[in-house]
């Protein structure tokens, strides 16, 4: 009884220490501090400064937490947030300026404008698999827009975790800023505080509490989940190229990116290429034992990788490369696997690891009714120097994002939204979107007393005449549209 008393009060304790974060943070945004361009210019030039300041300490967290490489490490964790914060830096000036809207007759004397505005104090929950980045991204646009936020760091990569606790209120506003560390009591019991977004990023199965937390007070939020990217191969290609591009697509970070083509389709024919020049890009990638490559992630905990080893030993497919692992050091070998259907254990559920399915059609119309017949993917990946087999497959196709001809990339363009579909998310971020995400567009007029005739005409008593000089009045003009044919 003691203890389950003890644990009552620790409860409590943390509760009310989350609220007064939260009382603190809303209270700084009602003053106005974080509303100024500058403020919000020097928030943004003081993150950059701890990502410049602490690059040797960041690789090392990640190295302990994923064992990444350097090379993985300052692609996808560093500079993607450094570029992302360049971008918003140099463009913030021009983005929080108000938007001017068209008008008709009766408002020609108004200013009609759409004013961006901060939505207040926001939540921020980051994912495992890329702990600085899923974090700082979206926490770049909160502050570009003007808002108070609270990160809740991913617990599993702890010493990710740990480094952000420190940092991060060296470098911000305290008064602005704040992180919470914990597992998943310390996020459900901070879901219970009303914010005014939450963005988050992570898996289908967390987000479906994400809503019905958010729900009970009506909280708008970002969802950046993930899915089972497909990656069609068909029609002529350089099979080498497209084999490099996406062994190191699928096997970056080891397989764990929401990103990462989850499943391979091509034809029988097709495969019997690609199968040894996978073979070929894995040993220039990764020499002939990747175990003891230093260019090759590791698992992120004992248990993703007992998920992973149980889920292959599900597979009624062949493995042909790989299949080994060493639970010691968390390693799981670069595998493919051939042979399998849609119905096999494979391709239930989002791999998240070093495992790439081939599966097998007969025609391109085939293999896009096969994507079509699933949940709409986070990416779609195309590979073929066909045009006409692209085009088709992204006219004919949804998702979140699409790239032809090689995997992951386009997610590191700050101009290009990044977000999901359906069952892959809600909302988009990097560069401007994620301003917009945080952001409320609010309309505004600002009317004169000038043109009291035209006003006039909806003040009752009401007549046809002044309903027709009212309706000329207001309406969009037309324009020639001429006849549209349907082919």
């Known amino acids: 009884m003691p203890s389950v008393h003890y644990a009552r009060l620790k409860y409590l304790f943390e509760m009310e220490s989350q609220r007064q974060i939260i009382e603190r943070l809303r209270a700084a945004f009602q003053s106005g501090v974080t509303a100024p361009l500058q403020f919000r210019l020097t928030q943004l030039k003081s993150l950059l400064s701890l990502l410049e300041d602490n690059e040797p300490q960041i690789l090392e967290a990640l190295q302990k937490d994923l064992a990444k490489p350097k090379f993985e490490a300052v692609l996808s964790e560093i500079d993607m947030v450094v570029n992302d914060l360049c971008y918003t830096i140099n463009s913030l000036p021009t983005w929080i300026q108000p938007s001017y809207v068209g008008k008709n007759l009766a408002t020609k004397l108004d200013d009609c404008f759409v004013r961006r505005e901060p939505l207040g104090v926001v939540l921020i929950i980051g994912a495992w698999n890329y702990p600085l980045q899923l974090i700082l991204a979206p926490l770049i646009g909160a502050i570009a827009a003007g808002n108070c936020a609270i990160l809740k760091p991913s617990e599993i990569s702890r010493a990710t975790e740990r480094l952000l606790a420190q940092l991060i209120p060296k470098y911000l506003s305290q008064e602005c800023f704040a992180v919470i560390c914990g597992g998943a009591e310390e996020t459900k019991s901070l879901l219970e505080n009303r914010f005014d977004h939450i963005f988050y990023t992570g898996s289908q199965a967390v987000a479906r509490s994400i809503l019905q937390a958010a729900a009970v007070h009506l909280t ?17 290609l350089d099979m080498l190229a497209a084999a490099k591009r996406l062994v190191w697509s699928k096997f970056f970070n080891a397989g764990q990116s929401c990103v990462a083509p989850d499943y391979v389709l091509c034809t029988p024919e097709m495969r019997e290429e690609l199968l040894p020049a996978i073979a070929k890009a894995l040993s220039i990638f990764y020499g002939s034992q990747p175990k003891q490559s230093e260019d090759f992630s590791r698992i992120v905990t004992d248990r993703h990788w007992d998920r992973l080893m149980a889920l292959l030993g599900k597979t009624q497919g062949r493995v042909v490369m790989g299949g080994e692992g060493s639970k010691e050091d968390k390693y799981f070998a670069p595998t493919v696997v051939v042979d399998l259907d849609g119905s096999d254990a494979l391709m239930q559920e989002e791999i998240f690891g070093p495992i790439m399915p081939i599966l097998t059609i007969e025609s391109l119309e085939q293999g896009i ?113 001429g006849v549209c044919s349907v082919m």
Not at 220 to 234: A, W
């Open 220 to 236: 708008p939020v970002t969802l950046e989940l993930g899915g089972k990217c497909p990656c069609l191969i068909y029609g002529r």
């Open 369 to 481: 009714t096969f994507i079509n017949q699933r949940e709409k993917p986070l990416a779609l990946y195309v590979f073929s120097d066909e045009s006409q087999v692209v085009n088709m497959v992204l006219e004919r196709t949804s998702s979140g994002g699409f790239c032809s001809n090689d995997g992951i990339v386009h997610m590191t363009l700050p101009g290009l939204p990044f977000g999901g579909v359906g069952a892959s998310g809600m909302g988009s971020y990097h560069g401007r979107w994620t301003f917009e995400t945080f952001s409320h567009r609010r309309g505004c007029m600002l009317r004169g007393w000038g043109l009291e005739r035209i006003s006039m005409l909806r003040y009752p008593p009401y007549t046809e005449s002044n309903l027709s000089w009212l309706r000329w009045a207001t309406s969009a003009k037309k324009k020639s549209w």
